[in-house]
């Protein structure tokens, strides 16, 4: 009897775990077909088109998104299942909205190529992650560090406008975002082992899909700026 009762059990935390997964990339996909539908009403609008990328509404857009990921990362475990995926999906919104500028900057098949590439290359390192026997927690600090220099440089390069540097901070770019690809898909999959229903992982599950967003969007737009063919 007790080996059946191991075996239902065994499957019950299986299918909580799928489940879990499922809800994280699903959450993040949603986001990602939002931002590319919000990209393509507002590029296709002039009015939009003038109100973000005159004066300082585009600088409004860009710290509303910085706030919102700011209090969703601090405020997950206090805010309801509701207002996170509203909170979510509205940077989603706000993204894509600043991100409709691409395309003005790049022709249009240039941004289809780069954007199939960068999935493959997103879904190879999330199916590293997930798969992988190596322990990527270690790097988690490393990435970090790297992500904070890579701030900085971008902000450095804000005032000079050197090409050469831009180029390199999207080659680091590439690199440190794969790399948080699969750190963040094991991150996930370790959460999973203790996954449940419960309101308190379906919100961990958005905030996962949050980070895993964040990692597919910077990888693009790097890819974008070293691959991109400009109009």
């Given at each position: 009897?007790?080996?059946?009762?191991?075996?239902g059990?065994?499957?019950d935390?299986?299918?909580?775990?799928?489940?879990?997964?499922t809800?994280?990339?699903?959450?993040?996909?949603?986001?990602?077909l939002?931002?590319a539908?919000?990209a393509?009403?507002?590029?296709?609008?002039?009015?939009?088109?003038?109100?973000?990328?005159?004066?300082?509404?585009y600088?409004?857009?860009?710290?509303?998104?910085?706030?919102?990921?700011?209090w969703?990362?601090?405020?997950i475990r206090k805010?309801?299942?509701?207002?996170a995926?509203?909170?979510?999906?509205a940077?989603?919104?706000?993204?894509?909205?600043t991100?409709?500028?691409?395309?003005?900057?790049?022709?249009?098949?240039s941004?289809?190529?780069?954007?199939i590439?960068?999935?493959?290359?997103?879904?190879?390192m999330a199916?590293y992650?997930l798969?992988?026997k190596?322990?990527?927690?270690?790097?988690g600090?490393y990435?970090?560090?790297?992500?904070?220099?890579i701030?900085?440089a971008?902000?450095?390069?804000?005032?000079?406008?050197?090409?050469g540097?831009n180029?390199?901070?999207s080659?680091v770019?590439v690199?440190?975002?794969?790399?948080l690809t699969?750190?963040?898909?094991?991150?996930?999959?370790a959460?999973?082992e203790?996954?449940d229903?419960?309101?308190?992982?379906r919100?961990?599950?958005?905030l996962?899909a949050?980070e895993?967003?964040?990692?597919?969007?910077?990888?693009?737009?790097?890819l974008?700026r070293i691959?991109?063919r400009?109009?």
């Amino acid at each position: 009897m007790s080996e059946y009762a191991d075996i239902g059990y065994a499957a019950d935390r299986e299918s909580e775990q799928r489940k879990f997964l499922t809800g994280t990339y699903g959450w993040m996909t949603v986001a990602l077909l939002i931002s590319a539908a919000a990209a393509f009403v507002t590029a296709g609008s002039p009015a939009l088109l003038r109100l973000i990328f005159t004066g300082w509404h585009y600088w409004v857009l860009i710290i509303g998104e910085l706030a919102l990921v700011w209090w969703l990362s601090a405020s997950i475990r206090k805010i309801s299942v509701a207002a996170a995926v509203i909170g979510f999906l509205a940077y989603s919104v706000l993204n894509g909205m600043t991100l409709a500028s691409i395309f003005f900057l790049y022709a249009m098949d240039s941004i289809a190529i780069v954007f199939i590439s960068c999935a493959a290359m997103f879904a190879g390192m999330a199916l590293y992650g997930l798969r992988t026997k190596s322990n990527l927690a270690g790097y988690g600090r490393y990435f970090g560090m790297a992500l904070w220099g890579i701030i900085i440089a971008s902000l450095l390069n804000f005032l000079f406008r050197s090409s050469g540097l831009n180029f390199l901070i999207s080659i680091v770019s590439v690199a440190v975002f794969a790399g948080l690809t699969a750190y963040d898909s094991q991150k996930m999959l370790a959460l999973s082992e203790n996954a449940d229903s419960s309101e308190a992982f379906r919100k961990v599950s958005i905030l996962g899909a949050l980070e895993l967003y964040l990692d597919f969007i910077n990888m693009f737009l790097a890819l974008l700026r070293i691959f991109g063919r400009r109009r």
